[in-house]
């Protein structure tokens, strides 16, 4: 089953998916394409784990830290199908990187790989956009990289657990204004959606509807306004996305300013920056 959250009529819906319509509980139904999307589930958190894809960590020649690392985004990043994308007047790196969030059933705390499954509500489409102009502030949290204003997109919809498998090896795509830019398959994960799970939910406890976003593949890169972004996950369906310039520059009167850096070019444009000093062995 597939359930979405819309805006209708003024107000804030739950409805399931039939075929090419979304039907409310109260019997309305409205077309898919004509439907103002919101963000699948109200997360309290949004959990994100760095390198997991193998075609990723075959990009920079790193290799993979023997367990997962994770940061955060706040919730204040949320967006949804077919919202526009901000990148801030001033910044010019912005990275697109698609990715499945996993969607938390229940308070989760201490539970095994192996039970973690059950904790799974469902799985949406998720594009983790990353602000590379600001990759030499914030001493490595990414805070702003990758928690600024809209940078988070989910949906169109959560898809109930029972109903799609990630084990089965489901491919993941990003494009850009319609040409595939990233092409890959949950089969090259290093740690599976329960893994994820449990790991975090040794110290942190998760609740209904939070929201860990599980890795990207190989081949994040800029996007400018206009571009419009898609994310298709097989049996997930498709996340759309409009790249515009916010109306204002970022403030030059407070804080760190975008840069432009070795840092910020490299791992913008595919570099090895962000992974020197976990390099892997290298070919001649």
């Known amino acids: 089953m597939e359930t979405r959250r819309i805006l209708l009529e003024g107000a804030v819906i ?44 075959e990009e920079f020649g790193a290799r993979l830290p023997p367990a997962p690392t994770f940061f955060h985004k706040p919730v204040s990043a949320l967006n949804s199908h077919e919202g526009h994308v901000v990148r801030p007047e001033g910044c010019e790196w912005l ?22 499954w059950d904790h799974i509500a469902g ?46 090896g489901m491919r993941i795509r990003t494009l850009v204004n319609g040409e595939a830019k990233q ?53 997930l369906g498709t996340l759309r996305n409009r790249i515009v310039t916010g109306p204002t520059a970022i403030r030059d009167d407070v804080g760190a300013q975008p840069t432009e850096s070795e840092e910020v070019r490299s791992t913008a444009l595919g570099g090895d920056w962000e992974f020197r000093g976990i390099r892997g062995p290298q070919k001649d």
């Open 95 to 116: 990275n697109f990187e698609g990715e499945i969030g996993i969607v938390i059933a229940r308070t989760t705390r201490n539970v095994s790989p192996a039970d973690a």
């Open 123 to 168: 799985y949406t489409v998720a594009n983790d956009y990353g602000l590379h102009d600001f990759r030499d502030t914030d001493a490595g949290s990414m805070l702003r990289v990758k928690g600024s204003d809209t940078l988070c997109p989910l949906g169109p919809g959560l898809v109930s657990a029972d109903a799609w498998d990630p084990r089965d």
């Open 183 to 235: 092409d890959g398959n949950t089969a090259e994960m290093e740690w599976d959606m329960a893994y994820l799970v449990a790991d975090l939910a040794r110290t942190i406890t998760l609740e209904p509807g939070d929201v860990i976003l599980s890795g990207t593949p190989a081949n994040s890169r800029p996007v400018v306004p206009g571009d419009v972004v898609e994310v298709e996950v097989e049996g």
């Open 14 to 57: 739950s409805v399931v998916r039939e075929g090419d319509e979304l039907v409310a509980g109260d019997g309305r139904r409205v077309p898919v394409t004509d439907a103002h999307h919101l963000p699948p589930v109200v997360p309290s958190k949004i959990l994100c784990v760095h390198l997991n894809y193998l075609s990723r960590v």
